[in-house]
């Protein structure tokens, strides 16, 4: 079974704080996404992955940044955090490769954060 | 630019009953396609993936199909369960994956 887990399931957070979102995967995927889900904006890409210390800007890039040292590992940083990032981040990877790849994403449980 | 649509946004419907949610998207060009169940508050579980060159997969009460000609994806599940209740997401595959915003499903006893 492919394990895809996040280092918080709640956070809180004071505007202007850095803050660190942990990602794990143990099924050696090369591919690792962030998303966030907003009510009504459904889910949008923020960063990913295709290998160890390379990234890719999504739709949303503005305000984070990543950091992938190792191949299990995907970080997200939001550099000084403010209360428009309060949402719901979800981690996903999936295995092989370049962006047409067929492949199933799986997601971890998501990192609910609050930034007050 | 690619856009996905779910019908019904929302279904409540009483359990046994077999129902029928559906995913729409407006550019064919896929490598596949993917539906996920969600529970409030938690991340989004795989169900089941169709590749552009398939017609349908199954998995237990859930089948799947996929016409990429006209855009469109079904989930059926057979003799829903109030276990079933959760959001439905379907997601398409181009350079990166596009999701509907779902259908909330509520089956009642």
């Known amino acids: 079974d492919v394990k895809v887990t996040q280092s918080s399931r709640y956070l809180v957070k004071r505007t202007g704080e850095k803050v660190f979102l942990e990602c794990v995967q143990d099924?050696?995927?090369?591919?690792m996404f962030w998303y966030r889900q907003d009510p009504g904006l459904g889910l949008r890409l923020i960063y990913f992955?295709?290998?160890?210390?390379?990234?890719e800007k999504g739709d949303i890039p503005e305000g984070y940044s990543v950091s992938r040292e190792k191949k299990e590992r995907f970080s997200l940083i939001l550099e000084s955090a403010s209360t428009n990032q309060t949402s719901m981040y979800l981690c996903?990877?999936?295995?092989?490769?370049?962006?047409?790849?067929?492949?199933?994403?799986?997601f971890g449980p998501g990192t609910r954060l609050t930034v007050t | 630019k690619q856009e996905v649509t779910q019908i019904p946004a929302a279904l409540s419907v009483p359990e046994g009953e077999n129902l029928v949610l559906n995913c729409s998207f407006t550019?064919?060009?896929?490598?596949?396609l993917q539906w996920f169940r969600q529970d409030p508050g938690k991340g989004l579980t795989s169900l089941l993936l169709?590749?552009?060159?398939?017609r349908e997969q199954t998995s237990g009460r859930l089948n799947a199909s996929l016409d990429k000609s006209s855009g469109r994806s079904t989930l059926y599940i057979a003799a829903s369960q109030p276990g079933d209740s959760a959001t439905y997401l379907c997601a398409v595959k181009a350079d990166k994956l596009i999701f509907g915003t779902g259908t909330r499903l509520q089956v009642f006893p």
């Open positions: 099924m050696d995927h090369e591919n």
């Open positions: 169709i590749q552009s060159s398939q």
């Open positions: 996903a990877s999936s295995s092989s490769g370049l962006a047409g790849s067929g492949n199933e994403q799986y």
């Open positions: 550019d064919s060009a896929i490598y596949n």
């Open positions: 992955s295709y290998d160890v210390k390379m990234k």
